[in-house]
Structure formats: structure tokens, C-alpha cells
């Protein structure tokens, strides 16, 4: 992904180019997220908005529901360091 490094600001036309640029980036890492994690369209979608939204996700469920895979996976996918905290209630 790219980021804005100019400190002018855009016009109409650059706007909707960065913009698009974006959204194609975003797409491109879902589908190779997608190559990996089957039927979790969701879960995949929502921790990408977590993930540019700067903030944290907390994946809860059952065992088998590949909540690590996804972690790594988006992890490698863009490039990011994935941390895993094991949390049980009892």
C-alpha cells in the first residue's frame, strides 16, 4: 500500500486515484487472505477494518475456527508483525 508523502493538497482527480488505488489494495489483500482462510469472508473483512483503522481486534470462538491462521496469514500477507495472546476464562 501506498502512503501520501506530499504535503500540497490533492486535487479532485488525484483524490479519487489514491483513493481507487487504495481500494485495489485492499481487495488484493483479501483475496490472498482469502487463498488461505475459507467461508470467514466476515471475520477477514472486519479484522482489515481493524487493522486500518489503527486499532485492536479481539477474535473469540471455538477451537478449529482458524482465529491464529488468520492472525499470521495477515500478518504476512501485509507485512506486519502478529502477536498472539492466549486468554482462557477459567
Known sequence: ???MTSDKPLNEAEMIAEAEAALADI???REAVGEVIFGQES???RAIVALLAGGHALL???PGLA???LVDTLGAVLGLDARRI???PD
Do not use: D, I, Y
Request: aromatic letters at 6%; zero cysteines; glycine letters at 6%.
Open 60 to 62: 473469540v470462538g471455538v
Open 86 to 88: 492466549q486468554f482462557t
Open 67 to 69: 482465529k491464529t491462521k
Open 27 to 29: 481487495a488484493r489483500a
Open 43 to 45: 471475520v477477514v473483512e
Open 1 to 3: 500500500m501506498s502512503l
